[in-house]
C-alpha cells in the first residue's frame, strides 16, 4: 500500500496562500486519483479537489477559481495551491490516493491549515 506524507500547512491571513504537497513511497503513476480532503471542527470531511491519472481534476464549489491541484508522476507527488484563503478554509487537510481495484485508499495523516488574523 502507498504511504502518503503531507506538508505545507500553517497560520496564514485571509487572503494568504499556501501550498500543501503529499509525496507519496513508491510510483503515482498508476493511482487513479490523487486527491484533498479537509475536516473541520464538528464537520464531515469533505472532497476539496482531485486528479485523476487521465488529467481531469475536480473542485468543490467553494474553491474553484481560488485552488489549485496538480500531480507530479515523475516526483510521486501531489499539490494543493491554495490562494485567497479565507478563515472558513481552516481545516485539517488530508491527502488521499486511490489506486486500482482491489486495492484500498490510502490517506496521510494530515496537516492544519488555519487562516486567521
Known amino acids: 500500500q502507498v504511504h502518503l506524507v503531507e506538508s505545507g500547512g500553517g497560520l496564514v491571513e485571509p487572503g494568504g496562500s499556501l501550498r500543501l504537497s503529499c509525496v507519496a513511497s513508491?510510483?503515482?503513476?498508476?493511482?487513479?486519483?490523487m486527491g484533498w480532503y479537509r475536516q473541520a471542527p464538528g464537520k464531515q470531511r469533505e472532497l476539496v479537489a482531485a486528479?485523476?491519472?487521465?488529467?481531469?481534476?475536480t473542485y468543490l464549489d467553494t474553491v474553484k477559481g481560488r485552488f489549485t491541484a496538480s500531480r507530479d508522476n515523475a516526483k510521486n507527488t501531489a499539490y494543493l495551491q491554495m490562494n485567497s484563503l479565507k478563515p472558513e478554509d481552516t481545516a485539517v487537510y488530508y491527502c488521499?490516493?486511490?489506486?486500482?481495484?482491489?486495492?484500498?485508499?490510502?490517506w496521510g495523516q494530515g496537516t492544519q491549515v488555519t487562516v486567521s488574523s
Open positions: 486528479a485523476t491519472s487521465g488529467g481531469s481534476i
Open positions: 488521499n490516493a486511490v489506486p486500482p481495484l482491489p486495492a484500498d485508499d490510502a
Open positions: 513508491r510510483s503515482i503513476t498508476s493511482i487513479v486519483s
